[in-house]
């Protein structure tokens, strides 16, 4: 939680100009709807920013691990090659707390052993501003948490009445806020307001985990064997979209695309997924992990034990993105609250 | 120099939109022909040859002829590669098969169709029901990316790489908002992607144009379309439109394939 003192009070229309500001020097993308839905996408009017209280469809990874991109050019008779890191000044705008945490451990992944330029390059190219949120059926962050974000923003909206009350993360975020915007000192009745709605969202959870965050890792150890995979694994489709929408999925393929003259060509890397049939099929024709139980559990250990090992943080934000999309209904919170039924960590507490 | 592998294309039952598709790579075509030699292409030329070694075959077989001739390009042709829905899994001419052969002829033909041995037809079949297919490029039409992909890869003696993924995949790549979200159905979770989910991204929805990915949760999306209030014949009606795809849910190891009956 931000100290008290930082708070600066925001009008609307000193949003408008913070925001025309940014988009002066860069590409503005921010919490939009599309088909009625929140999602991200490109702001060029002020007026296309829709701060939404309800997670968007997609993360905003794609700002930073887009979809597709490519990594390499190359040609083939010379053998020469050339990095591509394709960047640009950006600003991402309206990204929930449990979006920032999910930047945060992305940030991990990829600065982890050979760093990745182009993310790490993207990522210091980007202006980033968070935005309060409200949860709705599926969100469960306040069980992981990552309910507020202290680190991995410039600048953080928090939605009220009148206006805005504005915190800010970096030396950046507080250079921006003073050079494009007015801010004052928030009011004592401003921060009461605040407080009330934080505890009216701490309050509103309908999604919880029934175990303590630092026991996950434990608890999933011990499910290898659980029911629950062949009961989940029967209904998924095996369709990647958990993976697609996750904000800390960021496994890759990287493909060599080669022109029509057979000369040059592009790699490329795109988004892969452990939960499609080909992730773990090697050459030969094995695959590792064949059937859909096994490719469900091996991801869900990724969100609460296998990358929580490696880097000390559970990677599941409690976005409840998966849940949302899946079209038969896994629901990763209640797998998850299924497995702590089964488990004995929490029945020797 | 080694010689230019000489490369033709085939037209069976359907519409040649796929050769159109071929052509339509104004940008590619003029680097294509430096590397190969098109020896048969009815879309673009009248010229023919018997000798070639790469054919592209597009249509589905509806005719006992067709099978005599198909014979004939494995025969001469060292890989075969199926261009399109109609010669993949025999696309929407299997829609005839609901129906009887006598009926369809006289449909089409006029009620003396049956005294014209020419007017025969039989139950439509994709290609690789009679022959050996090397390689497949799905969707109807086929995408341009697809097929310069495949044909890049068979010049450089690599694999070439079909898609094994639902169009879910492309869909979510595409920023699309799920169809469902939006109170309508699809067959994407089970067909096969690659189409980079064109159909759904101009706001239409999938109709299962590339036929099923190799392990499709058939009986998982039967009972999702009902949640989402089809009947029952409406969803085998929306599983069959590209050719009538197998309604068993298939073991994980096991292949499943759309197919014409």
């Given at each position: 939680m931000a100290d008290k003192n930082q708070y600066r009070y925001l009008t609307k229309t000193g949003l408008k100009s913070l925001i025309n500001g940014l988009m002066k020097d860069r590409v503005v993308y921010g919490a939009v709807k599309k088909d009625g839905f929140p999602a991200f996408g490109r702001i060029t009017?002020?007026?296309?920013l829709e701060l939404s209280q309800t997670p968007t469809h997609?993360?905003?990874k794609e700002f930073f691990f887009p979809q597709r991109e490519c990594l390499l050019k190359f040609d083939i008779p010379t053998g020469a090659h050339e990095p591509v890191v394709a960047s640009q000044g950006q600003a991402v705008i309206g990204l929930h707390p449990c979006d920032i945490h999910a930047l945060n451990l992305m940030d991990k992944v990829f600065a982890?052993?050979?760093?990745?330029a182009n993310y790490l390059t993207r990522r210091a190219d980007t202006v980033i501003i968070g935005a309060e949120c409200f949860p709705d059926e599926?969100?469960?962050c306040s069980s992981v948490e990552?309910?507020?974000?202290?680190?991995?923003?410039d600048i953080f909206l928090h939605e009220i009445k009148s206006g805005f009350l504005t915190h800010t993360g970096t030396d950046a975020g507080r250079h921006l806020l003073g050079k494009l915007t007015k801010t004052v000192k928030a009011s004592a009745s401003r921060i009461k307001e605040l407080d009330r709605l934080k505890k009216k969202k701490e309050g509103a959870f309908k999604t919880r985990l029934?175990?303590?965050?630092?026991d996950l890792p434990g608890i999933y150890a011990q499910?290898?064997?659980?029911p629950v995979w062949g009961k989940i694994g029967a209904i998924?489709?095996?369709?990647g979209s958990c993976n697609n929408v996750c904000?800390?999925?960021c496994c890759f393929d990287v493909k060599d695309e080669v022109g029509a003259n057979l000369k040059d060509g592009l790699r490329v890397r795109v988004w892969d997924g452990?939960?499609?049939?080909?992730?773990?099929k090697v050459a030969g024709g094995?695959?590792?992990?064949?059937?859909r139980a096994e490719r469900l559990r091996h991801r869900f250990n990724r969100k609460f034990r296998y990358l929580t090992d490696k880097?000390?943080?559970?990677?599941?934000?409690?976005?409840g993105r998966c849940s949302r999309a899946c079209l038969v209904k896994i629901n990763i919170a209640q797998v998850t609250n299924e497995l702590i039924a089964e488990s004995t960590i929490t029945k020797n507490r | 120099m080694p010689q230019k592998p000489k490369v033709a294309f085939f037209s069976f039952t359907c519409c040649e939109g796929c050769q159109l598709a071929v052509l339509s790579c104004e940008d590619e075509l003029p680097e294509i022909i430096k590397d190969v030699n098109?020896?048969?292409?009815r879309e673009a030329f009248d010229q023919r040859s018997e000798d070639y070694e790469i054919a592209f075959i597009e249509g589905s077989i509806s005719r006992k002829d067709e099978i005599h001739k198909l014979k004939k390009i494995r025969a001469k042709a060292r890989v075969v590669v199926a261009l399109g829905a109609c010669s993949s899994t025999?696309?929407?001419?299997?829609?005839?098969?609901?129906?009887?052969m006598e009926f369809v002829k006289k449909e089409v033909y006029?009620?003396?169709?049956?005294?014209?041995?020419?007017?025969d037809t039989m139950p439509v079949k994709p290609v690789d029901a009679f022959i050996h297919v090397d390689h497949y490029i799905h969707?109807?039409?086929?995408?341009k990316k697809e097929f310069l992909s495949v044909f890049t890869s068979l010049l450089m003696g690599s694999v070439p790489v079909m898609a094994n993924y639902p169009v879910c995949v492309d869909c979510k790549m595409a920023g699309n908002i799920c169809v469902f979200e939006k109170g309508m159905t699809c067959v994407g979770p089970v067909t096969r992607a690659g189409c980079d989910a064109i159909c759904v991204t101009y706001g239409c929805v999938c109709?299962?144009?590339?036929?099923?990915?190799?392990?499709?949760n058939v009986a998982s999306h039967e009972e999702t379309l009902k949640r989402y209030g089809m009947a029952h014949s409406e969803v085998i009606r929306s599983f069959n439109l590209y050719g009538e795809r197998k309604m068993e849910p298939k073991a994980a190891s096991m292949k499943s394939k759309t197919k014409c009956r």
């Open positions: 009017r002020f007026e296309d997609l993360s905003a982890h052993g050979t760093s990745d599926y969100c469960f990552t309910m507020n974000a202290n680190a991995g923003f029934n175990a303590p965050a630092k499910s290898s064997d659980s998924c489709y095996g369709c904000p800390t999925c452990c939960t499609l049939e080909d992730f773990a094995h695959n590792f992990r064949k059937t880097f000390n943080a559970l990677f599941c934000v409690g976005c | 098109i020896v048969n292409f025999g696309g929407l001419n299997c829609l005839k098969n609901l129906y009887p006029g009620k003396n169709a049956s005294r014209y041995p020419r007017f969707g109807c039409p086929i995408p109709w299962g144009c590339r036929g099923f990915v190799d392990d499709p």
